[in-house]
């Protein structure tokens, strides 16, 4: 067994040039391991906390020299000496921290460090990271790659247009081949800006989230442009939908209601609505259709909309106890997977097995802004998942993890591109 000998922590930024922690581990037979904590734009209230300055001098209070030093000056002394053993040290941290949501040491500080243990080991047992995860936790040698998913059109406030639902996904599920699937996306997301700027008179505009920004507050008048766009580009037979509603972003606490098409609705309105929608549309997954603490509303959804998989994001917050109270109430048929939501690699593979041990879907997904060689990546290909959440098909970290996919899967031999025609309920 190797031990760690340094472990050191610097503010970096992420691709949305917000300030982030990455820490850098050494073990005393010279194998190095970095990570790095993306956050997401929007953040779940149940999500590990982030650890921030709240200088507004700099970076207008979002820099991370606390977490930092929260890493060198306790985290770091804390682990030099011991062993390096992933599950070991995540607990020797989650125990140090001492808080249900790890927010006096951060989970920005925690995660990162947890990343750079996982990068430390496969490097020294001479691996890339996702064949160490598919050998240590994974159902075997890598021999697929997951589909991509894009998020082509991005809802939220833009002038007099308010769309309620997040991302309007389109997913290339009938692909023959993970290069097939890349192209044909890329083909379309070009297709749609034509299809965008008929209808809108003008360029559409880039969101947040590097997706189009939605030109209608209705969403099947969304759903309609993209499968125009869909038909055009002749990508048809190879293209399914898919949305992620983040609702909690729309629902209001007061009243219990969520905004859609101009009015507000009732948690019961919007499941019935989304379900002539999934009567209408092809949908492989529906992420987020209620909010985080609708646990009433989500086993109605999932009994009523049987034509897609009911995925939950910010209910679950790959949080194992949140899991476990979703399954006991049949609330979801699969999670999104986001480490940094619960702030150990080890609490996150938890969760993913407690999933396929209850014959649910675990969904891994990036964060906005993200960083080039997000491990989540690893995870997808190392836990042999059959889908994933890329984002747009633009942005240098977006267009990393379809590279990624792309080179593992031309450097293993017999590798194939998961089965998602298998499982779509559509």
Request: proline share 5%; charged share 20%; hydrophobic share 40%.
């Amino acid at each position: 067994m190797m031990k760690i000998t340094s472990v050191t922590a610097r503010q970096l930024l992420d691709c949305k040039t917000r300030p982030l922690v990455e820490v850098e581990i050494t073990t005393d037979n010279g194998y190095v391991g970095r990570g790095a904590a993306p956050t997401g734009s929007s953040v779940g209230a149940h999500e590990a906390f982030i650890l921030r300055d709240g200088d507004p001098t700099e970076y207008n209070g979002l820099s991370v020299h606390r977490a930092v030093d929260a890493v060198n000056n306790e985290i770091a002394p804390a682990l030099v000496g011991t062993q390096l053993d992933l599950e070991a040290n995540d607990r020797l941290m989650i125990d140090l921290d001492g808080t249900p949501n790890k927010s006096r040491l951060g989970g920005n500080a925690i995660y990162s460090t947890s990343i750079a243990l996982l990068r430390a080991a496969s490097t020294a047992a001479g691996l890339p990271t996702y064949s160490w995860i598919a050998e240590h936790f994974g159902p075997g040698p890598v021999s697929q790659v997951p589909v991509p998913s894009f998020n082509m059109i991005n809802g939220g406030r833009y002038g007099d247009v308010v769309q309620p639902f997040n991302e309007f996904i389109v997913m290339p599920y009938k692909a023959c081949s993970i290069q097939d699937a890349v192209e044909k996306s890329v083909k379309l997301f070009g297709v749609l800006e034509e299809v965008l700027t008929e209808y809108l008179g003008r360029k559409p505009q880039v969101a947040s989230s590097y997706g189009f920004a939605s030109p209608s507050s209705d969403p099947r008048e969304v759903l309609k442009l993209l499968m125009t766009a869909v038909e055009r580009a002749g990508v048809a037979e190879t293209m399914a939908f898919a949305l992620d509603c983040a609702s909690s972003e729309m629902f209001d606490a007061a009243t219990g209601s969520y905004e859609l098409n101009g009015d507000r609705v009732t948690s019961d309105d919007l499941i019935d609505y989304v379900r002539e929608l999934s009567d209408e549309f092809p949908f492989v997954f529906i992420e987020d259709l209620l909010d985080e603490d609708d646990w009433a509303g989500y086993p109605k959804a999932v009994a009523q909309i049987d034509k897609s998989i009911i995925l939950g994001d910010d209910l679950v917050v790959t949080n194992r106890d949140r899991l476990q109270r979703a399954v006991e109430s049949s609330a979801v048929g699969g999670f999104i997977l986001k480490p940094n939501q619960v702030g150990t690699i080890t609490e996150a593979l938890d969760c993913y097995r407690y999933a396929v041990a209850h014959d649910l879907f675990t969904i891994p997904s990036g964060r906005s802004g993200g960083v080039i060689d997000d491990v989540v990546m690893d995870l997808s290909v190392g836990l042999s998942v059959p889908f994933q959440k890329n984002g747009a098909p633009r942005s240098g970290e977006r267009i990393e993890k379809l590279n990624f996919l792309l080179r593992v899967a031309d450097s293993t031999p017999g590798c194939v591109l998961a089965d998602v025609p298998a499982i779509v309920k559509f």
